[in-house]
């Protein structure tokens, strides 16, 4: 099994930057693609972006691109997610999955998940 914690959320001003971390214990998951989402109140769940195994491939949602980086260290079982430029759309709960695989997958079915942490963005 794989515990996923997220961290790094909170209040932050538009235009500005947060880094949120996902932390994963359990097993490692450096043979793992992961995965970051959110939900907006009354909204479905977003993917966002997703990263291979090895952080040699990444793919990023049309509404984040080139504002979201994913990047991953193994050595500490960690994902993260940098964003710039938020707007007060971003405004979520923000989570983080893992997929028992190497690769990205084309259909969301992550096999485990995080509990989220929340974002918000103030006009």
């Known amino acids: 099994q794989v515990q996923l914690v997220e961290s790094g959320g909170g209040l932050v001003q538009a235009g500005g930057s947060l880094r949120l971390s996902c932390a994963a214990s359990g097993r490692t998951v450096s043979t793992y693609a992961m995965g970051w989402f959110r939900q907006a109140p009354g909204k479905e769940r977003e993917f966002l972006a997703g990263?291979?195994?090895?952080?040699?491939?990444?793919r990023y949602a049309d509404s984040v691109k080139g504002r979201f980086t994913i990047s991953r260290e193994n050595a500490k079982n960690t994902v993260y997610l940098q964003m710039n430029s938020l707007k007060p759309e971003d405004t979520a709960v923000y989570s983080c999955?893992?997929?028992?695989?190497?690769?990205?997958?084309?259909?969301?079915?992550?096999?485990?998940w995080g509990q989220g942490t929340q974002v918000t963005v103030s006009s």
């Open positions: 990263i291979n195994d090895s952080g040699t491939s990444t």
């Open positions: 999955a893992a997929f028992s695989r190497p690769y990205i997958p084309y259909i969301n079915n992550y096999d485990y």
